[in-house]
């Protein structure tokens, strides 16, 4: 079984439709990040969990709310989804060492028509 | 300006030859410094990380680091098919990693 498992796979919504991408780890990290990738642009930092009570903005939360429901545990949620949010969106888990070293889940197509 | 930037390729070589990959920065603050691997519909896993100046190998991978230009280099050695994939340069000062956008290899047998 994966480590950092996200689900769904592949996702296709209308715009205006609110959704949940969800991550779970098996590694017993900390600290939890979501990013998404987009073609000439890399990964770009969403939010991110160092612990259960601790959450925080990445480079480009507007539009994207977490939840961190468990150590294990980390969602993220698209209040109102629009065609610019089409893009592969990643979980990873870090022990928090210095310089981050990131383990990735699958990763989670998502399509706003 | 991107503070990392990276040549997207894509790069075509013959298996068995030597690829050079590359990442300019322009944050001096930048120390620690990564190489991701990413296949297609897989999420990144990371293939080399080191710290400061200097190299680093690891089989058939050699990373370079050049703090004095802000210039970081991956090279693969007797190129497999199986090294197909994306790379991606990552860095940080000390926390959140900045990536560059990714060069996409091919090796033909």
């Known amino acids: 079984d994966a480590d950092v498992t996200q689900t769904p796979r592949n996702r296709i919504t209308k715009t205006g439709k609110r959704i949940m991408l969800e991550c779970s780890q098996t590694?017993?990290?900390?600290?939890m990040y979501w990013y998404r990738q987009d073609p000439g642009l890399g990964l770009r930092l969403i939010y991110y969990?160092?612990?259960?009570?601790?959450?925080n903005k990445g480079e480009i939360s507007d539009g994207y709310s977490v939840s961190r429901q468990a150590q294990a545990k980390f969602s993220l949620s698209l209040e109102s989804a629009i065609p610019n949010q089409t893009a592969l969106y990643f979980c990873?888990?870090?022990?928090?060492?210095?310089?981050?070293?990131?383990?990735f889940g699958s990763g989670t197509q998502l399509s706003v028509l | 300006q991107k503070e990392v930037e990276q040549d997207p390729g894509p790069l075509s070589v013959p298996e068995g030859a030597i690829v050079s990959l590359n990442c300019t920065y322009s944050?001096?603050?930048?120390?620690?410094f990564m190489w991701y691997r990413q296949y297609s519909r897989k999420g990144p896993e990371l293939l080399m990380y080191?710290?400061?100046?200097g190299n680093k190998e690891d089989g058939r991978f050699t990373a370079q680091v050049d703090k004095s230009s802000k210039y970081i280099s991956l090279f693969i050695r007797d190129s497999q098919p199986s090294d197909s994939a994306t790379y991606l340069c990552?860095?940080?000062?000390?926390?959140?990693?900045?990536f560059g956008s990714g060069t996409q290899l091919t090796v033909l047998p």
């Open positions: 990873a888990t870090s022990e928090g060492q210095p310089g981050e070293k990131l383990f």
């Open positions: 590694k017993g990290h900390d600290r």
């Open positions: 969990s160092f612990d259960v009570k601790d959450i």
């Open positions: 944050n001096s603050a930048f120390q620690y």
């Open positions: 080191t710290y400061s100046s």
């Open positions: 990552a860095m940080t000062p000390l926390g959140q990693l900045t």
